[in-house]
């Protein structure tokens, strides 16, 4: 599973990779976790409000701070989707 956490770099952008990175420790999912801080990359993504969270291509969350709880049930669902 790729994650990739966009946006400029700003506080709620690291809290939300500090999420998503606790999030995948607490299940136990083995992620490539990145953070794009391009605007021009996550734009071409479709990413048009950060902090965005973008899983396999697909945005997840834009423009606000997940907490670990809501990443954890989104990415286990994806997770039980994709086996």
């Known amino acids: 599973m790729k994650i990739q956490v966009a946006g400029p770099g700003c506080a709620r ?3 939300t990779e500090r999420n998503v ?9 083995a992620a490539d976790i990145s ?4 605007p021009r990359e996550y734009a071409a993504l479709g990413v048009r409000v950060t902090p965005a969270v973008i899983v ?3 945005i997840l969350v834009s423009g606000k701070v997940p907490t670990v709880e809501e990443l954890k049930t989104m990415l286990a669902a994806l997770r039980q989707a994709g086996t």
Request: charged content about 30%; some cysteine.
């Open 21 to 29: 990175i606790n999030a995948c420790a607490e299940l136990d999912l």
């Open 35 to 38: 953070h794009l801080r391009d």
């Open 56 to 58: 396999d291509g697909k």
């Open 13 to 15: 952008c690291q809290a």
